[in-house]
Each structure stands twice: as structure tokens, then as C-alpha cells.
């Protein structure tokens, strides 16, 4: 905040210096043209004088010759007097022209006077070469002279008036001079304080840039890049407090997940889902100690860092969790959100990223096994690393839909081998691992919010085949396995029924296949959910049935069609007589609950013959096909159709 503050001022301060600068050097321009007037004034008067000067110096001259032709009436003086007349005309002529003082009236009087002082010098020449020397002396002393005299002093005087004028100009004009330069220095020197303030001014505007890209901008805490830096910088005092002595702490950092968040963010709106993120920020600010930082890495994920030594990281992640026992109330909504909390403490030399990934592989397993709070040990490491990059790979496989891909395993009626319908059974071609089996990605996902992605590409591609085998004349049930986190998603049943329409399929022709275990994590959501399917027209079954709670009073209330007798029973029915007797019971109950009975893992005839002799509806297992892809099974439909009799 300070630098903001300190960025204003310098924007103030330079605005205000400019503006200075600015009127200066205007005046400086102004002062220089002024200048230019000034020294054309030092010139003119200069002009002037020389003109002037050079009339009296002149005329001074004409009245010499006139004065020593009266002596010498056939000297060189007589001959030159006509052509020393025309020079004082001319350099009259000139000063008239030069002159452009106020009173320049004056050299056109001086001009003129001289001018009729013509017919004068004419009539005292002619009385020199008549040698009327009487005559001639009169007219010298009388007319000549005097005239010269006041001619020449005339221009004497106007002279002595511009060489003044010429000096003041001059002073003046250095005057001038001296306060432009130090105009010019003043306007430098600030020109600097400026181009500096201003340099200042960017600098400090960068800092704040800065300062601003470190902030999350919805809470307010420090943001990914901030929380790098300030780990980066506790990885590295760590040794050197060691180095000076002190025994101290290695930085331990935790990341936080908020439980649920997408789900409620996605249902209530971003409007409520920003107060949530803001208000969860301020409460895990407040649970920390002032040593410790807690910022806001991105969407639903935030970090603490401790830096401290007096708090253990059990100790502050049981204070966090606290920190989200009470419910939001935002507007009419009270929301409750859980957290789960990764810690890893740095291992000596260890970078920020390694750090990070540690906890963020202990926040993976808190969030699989449902502790809320793990702490990542090295031991974790190579089985948790592997989920995580299996993860990271299951998220582009889900942008590329040619990774992911269905396979089909008929399900036959054993009484006469027909096809009725098909499970669908997922199967992953892993760009550098090869085909990955669900049984080995299935678990890693479920317990992220990818597997409603995964669902809906399942379940999309499986209506999509299920609509051409429709369009090809097959009547089959397309069955799909739900995970327990789908099924519990309260967008879940709209998503199926868009999905149908999408494929235009109708809703008998899907079955989805949930376990018992999924449904007892929350019953009485399951059994809604199961409701609204059953109100589309979808078809339940039990998958797995006999491995979980296997009660008889919960299975009469669920809406479900179908009970899946698991492999474990029946593989091995023809030969194990308890095996035997647990497959005819759950044959018997699902008839009494007007259930469809089907057994999976039939590997043999001599299974598929004891089923068909207890009664079972369906049957499925290698003994009959083996999942197949789409374009294999139709080859199947096909070949069965041509089998049957006309
Ligand atoms: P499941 O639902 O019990 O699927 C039956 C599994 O048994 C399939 O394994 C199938 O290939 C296998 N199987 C079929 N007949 C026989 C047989 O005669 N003998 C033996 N030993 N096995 C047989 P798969 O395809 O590896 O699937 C494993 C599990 O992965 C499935 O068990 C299911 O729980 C899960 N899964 C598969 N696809 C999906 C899916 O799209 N969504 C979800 N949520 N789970 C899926
Ligand atoms: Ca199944
Ligand atoms: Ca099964």
C-alpha cells in the first residue's frame, strides 16, 4: 500500500515539475526571440552610427576641399570637389535610409540641407575661377562655412546620440544574454529533477505492478507467485540460520482443499461460490500464527506456510480444520465445507516445487482415504507420484476421446443362449503405457471430481452405440458402472436424462450398475438419486451382489431392477457346494423381490448349466464372450441373428 501511496506522490510531484518546466521553457523561447529583437536593435543602431559617421567624415572632407580651393583655385583640391559632392549625397542618401530612429526626420533635413547647399558651392567655384578672391572669401565665410559647421556638427551630434543608443543596446542586449543562460541553466537543471522524478515515478509504478501481481485478487492474500517467492526464501535462511548457529525449523507447508467447493460453487453460482473462497480465506488467515503465510494458489486451493518453530504442523492443520466446523451463512444458504489438508516439510537442499508436490501427493491421499490431514513421508512417495501423473494423464485422456474407450461383454439368456444386453466395460489405450485396466484407474479416479467427466463420456459413449445397434434392429440393455461419486452427485439424473435425449435413446435401454457399498455411504441420497433414474425409465442393478452388506431389509427398499451375482460365487458354483447354495439363495430372494437375476464370471459350460438349472435370468463370463469392441460384437449380433431360424 505505502508504494502506491509513494507512486501517487511522485505522479503529483512530476506532474507539478512539468508543468513548471513547461512554463520555463516557454519563457526561455519567448526570451530568446526577444533576444533576436535585441540584437537586430544592436545592429540598426550600429548601422546608424556608421552611417552618420561616415556623412560627417564626409562632409568634413567636402568643406577641406572647398577651403583649399579658395587658396589653390587650379589645385588637385577644385578638380576633386564635384566628385567628394557626390559622395557626401550618397552617403546622405544612406543614413536617410538607414535611419529608422523616431526622429529620423532629422537626416532627411541634414540631407536636404546639404543638398541646397548646391547652387552655394556652385557660385563660390565660379567666383574661385573668375579669381574674384574678395568675392569668393564672403561667400566662404559667410554661406560655406557655416553651413558645413552646422551640417557636420549636426551629424556629429546625431552620430554621438546612436553610438549611445548603439552602446545601451548592446549592454542590454548582454543583460539579456547573462539571464538566458541562467533561464537555460534553471531550465536544465529541472529538465534533469524531471526526466529523474519521472524515471522514480516509473519505477516505483512498476513496484506496485509488482506488488499487485503477487495479490490474489478475489481474497486478497498473497497469490502462487507470492507464495513461491516467500518459500523459495524460507528454503534458503533455513541453512544459513544453521550456518550462524541458531538450530532452526525447515519451512513446512500445507496445502488446503476445500471439500465439496465445486459442487457448491456449480449448483449456487460464482456469486456465492467468490464469498465462499473470500470467507474461507479469512478464516484460514486467522487460524495462523503472524509468523506463518497463507495464500490462495488457485480455484478451491490455498497453502500455508510455516515458518515458525513453536507450531507443529498437526497442530495448525487440527486449528484450520477447526476453523471450518462452524457452517457459512451466505444470504439464505448455510454451507458447510470440510477441508483436506496435505503437509510436507522440507527435506535439506529440497527445491520449492519438490516441496510443493510433496504436499501436494500427502492432499491427495488425505482426500482418498478421507482423513482430512495427511503428512507426506518419501515411503508415500513413488505409489502417491504415480497416481498423481496417472491423474494428469487421465485429465488430457478425457479431452482426447480416443484414449478412452468402451468395450462390450454380452450378457446371454442361458436358457437359449440369446444376447438381451451388454455391459459396458471401459478400457484406456494409454499413449506410452498401453492398454491400462479399470481396475487400475477406476480407483484413483473416483475420488476426484474427474470421474463426472469420466461418467459422462462413458455413459455418452455407450447411449451413442446403444442408438446404432437400435438404428441395426438390436434391442439390447447397454449397462454401465456408476461410481459411487456419481451416483451421489446431485447433478446426476439430469445428467442422464439430457444424455439420453442427446442420443435418443430411450431410457429402458440403459442399466446402470451401482454396488452396495456406494449406496450405503449415503443411503437416503442414493435412494433418491435410484428414484428419479427409475422415473426416467433407466434400469439399477446390484453389481457385485454378495461381497458388501447383502441385508434383506435394505434391499426391499431400494427402486432397483436388477441384482449382479459377483464372479467370486460363481466361478466356482459347479464345484464349491457353499458357492452353490449362496448363488440358488440369491436367485431365490431376487425372484421373491421380482429382481432379474444375473450372474457374472461364468468361465465354463458346467457353470452356465448349473445356472440355468437354479433358474438364473442372465448370464455373463468368458465362457460365452470375452469384452469386446462395438464393431466385434455387432460382428456377434449379426452372426447370431443368421443362427436363429426363420
Ligand atoms: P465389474 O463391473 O465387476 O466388471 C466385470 C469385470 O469382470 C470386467 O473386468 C470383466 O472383464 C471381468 N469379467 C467378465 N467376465 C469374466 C469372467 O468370466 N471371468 C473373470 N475372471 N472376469 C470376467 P474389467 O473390464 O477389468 O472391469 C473391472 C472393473 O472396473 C469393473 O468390474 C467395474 O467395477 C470397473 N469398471 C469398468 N468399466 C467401468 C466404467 O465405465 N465405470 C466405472 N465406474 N467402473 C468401471
Ligand atoms: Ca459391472
Ligand atoms: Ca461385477
Not at 15 to 23: F, K, P, Q, Y
Not at 91 to 119: C, F, T
Not at 218 to 241: I, K, Q, S
Amino acid at each position: 500500500m505505502s508504494s502506491t501511496r509513494a507512486w501517487r506522490g511522485s505522479r503529483w510531484v512530476t506532474g507539478l515539475l512539468g508543468t513548471l518546466l513547461a512554463v520555463l521553457s516557454g519563457a526561455a523561447v519567448w526570451a530568446s526571440w526577444r533576444q533576436t529583437d535585441t540584437v537586430a536593435d544592436v545592429v540598426a543602431s550600429s548601422t546608424e552610427t556608421d552611417a552618420y559617421q561616415q556623412a560627417a567624415y564626409l562632409a568634413a572632407a567636402e568643406m577641406a576641399l572647398l577651403q583649399a580651393s579658395f587658396w589653390d583655385p587650379a589645385g588637385e583640391a577644385r578638380r576633386r570637389i564635384p566628385e567628394v559632392n557626390k559622395q557626401v549625397d550618397d552617403a546622405m542618401a544612406r543614413m536617410v535610409a538607414v535611419d529608422d530612429s523616431p526622429d529620423r526626420q532629422r537626416s532627411r533635413v541634414l540631407k536636404q540641407q546639404h543638398l541646397n547647399l548646391g547652387p552655394d558651392i556652385a557660385y563660390y567655384l565660379q567666383q574661385i575661377d573668375r579669381h574674384d578672391q574678395a568675392g569668393a572669401r564672403r561667400t566662404l565665410k559667410t554661406v560655406i562655412e557655416p553651413s558645413y559647421s552646422r551640417i557636420t556638427s549636426r551629424l556629429i551630434e546625431v552620430q554621438t546620440e546612436r553610438l549611445a543608443e548603439a552602446t545601451r543596446n548592446q549592454n542590454a542586449a548582454r543583460d539579456f544574454s547573462r539571464r538566458l543562460l541562467a533561464g537555460s541553466i534553471v531550465v536544465f537543471v529541472l529538465g534533469l529533477a524531471v526526466l529523474n522524478l519521472f524515471g522514480w515515478s516509473v519505477r516505483a509504478h512498476r513496484r506496485q505492478m509488482t506488488a499487485l501481481a503477487a495479490i490474489d485478487a478475489l481474497t486478497g492474500l498473497p497469490n502462487r507467485v507470492a507464495f513461491l517467492a516467500a518459500a523459495g526464501l524460507a528454503l534458503t535462511e533455513t541453512p544459513r540460520a544453521e550456518a550462524d548457529g541458531a538450530k532452526a525449523a525447515p519451512p513446512t507447508v500445507l496445502l488446503v482443499n476445500l471439500d465439496g467447493f465445486r459442487a457448491v460453487n456449480d449448483q449456487l453460482g460464482h456469486g456465492i461460490g467468490d464469498r465462499l473462497l473470500i470467507e474461507s480465506g479469512r478464516r484460514l488467515a486467522g487460524a495462523v500464527r503472524d509468523d506463518d503465510l497463507v495464500a490462495r494458489l488457485g480455484a478451491d486451493e490455498f497453502a500455508v506456510l510455516l515458518r515458525g518453530r513453536s507450531d507443529s504442523d498437526e497442530a495448525l492443520a487440527a486449528r484450520l480444520t477447526t476453523a471450518f466446523d462452524e457452517p457459512f451463512a451466505l444470504d439464505d444458504f448455510t454451507v458447510d465445507l470440510e477441508i483436506s489438508i496435505g503437509a510436507a516439510t522440507a527435506q535439506p537442499g529440497e527445491q520449492v516445487t519438490t516441496l510443493l508436490q510433496h504436499a501436494d501427493i500427502a492432499l491427495h491421499t488425505a482426500k482418498l482415504d478421507h482423513t482430512g490431514f495427511h503428512r507426506y513421508t518419501s515411503a508415500a512417495d513413488d505409489t502417491a507420484a504415480a497416481r498423481l501423473s496417472l491423474l494428469g494423464d487421465l485429465r488430457r485422456a478425457l479431452d482426447d476421446t480416443g484414449q478412452l474407450i468402451l468395450h462390450y461383454q454380452p450378457q446371454i439368456d442361458p436358457a437359449d443362449g440369446a444376447i438381451t444386453g451388454v455391459e459396458a466395460l471401459a478400457r484406456w489405450q494409454h499413449p506410452v503405457k498401453g492398454m491400462v485396466s479399470p481396475g487400475d484407474f477406476i480407483p484413483v479416479v473416483e475420488n476426484t471430481s474427474l470421474i463426472h467427466r469420466f461418467t459422462d463420456l462413458v455413459l455418452s459413449q455407450a447411449l451413442a452405440q446403444a442408438r446404432i445397434w437400435h438404428d441395426s434392429g438390436y434391442r439390447l440393455t447397454v449397462a454401465v458402472n456408476i461410481s459411487a461419486h456419481s451416483l451421489l452427485d446431485a447433478r446426476f439424473c439430469c445428467r442422464v436424462a439430457t444424455l439420453l435425449e442427446e442420443a435418443g435413446v430411450p431410457g429402458e435401454m440403459l442399466c446402470i450398475e451401482i454396488t452396495e457399498s456406494s449406496v450405503m455411504r449415503d443411503p437416503a441420497v442414493a435412494i433418491e438419486a435410484l428414484r428419479r433414474i427409475r422415473d426416467l425409465g433407466v434400469r439399477a442393478s446390484i453389481d457385485d451382489y454378495g461381497t458388501g452388506y447383502s441385508s434383506m431389509s435394505y434391499l426391499k427398499l431400494l427402486p432397483v431392477n436388477e441384482l449382479k451375482i459377483d464372479r467370486s460365487f460363481v466361478c466356482d458354483m459347479a464345484t464349491d457346494a457353499s458357492s452353490h447354495a449362496l448363488v440358488c439363495s440369491a436367485v431365490e430372494l431376487g425372484h421373491n423381490l421380482g429382481l432379474t437375476v444375473v450372474a457374472e464370471g461364468v468361465e465354463d459350460a458346467a457353470t452356465a448349466e448349473a445356472l440355468r438349472e437354479v433358474g438364473c435370468d442372465l448370464a455373463q463370463g468368458y465362457h460365452f464372450a470375452r469384452p469386446m469392441d462395438a464393431e466385434a460384437l455387432t460382428r456377434l449380433l449379426r452372426t447370431e441373428v443368421s443362427r436363429q431360424p426363420a
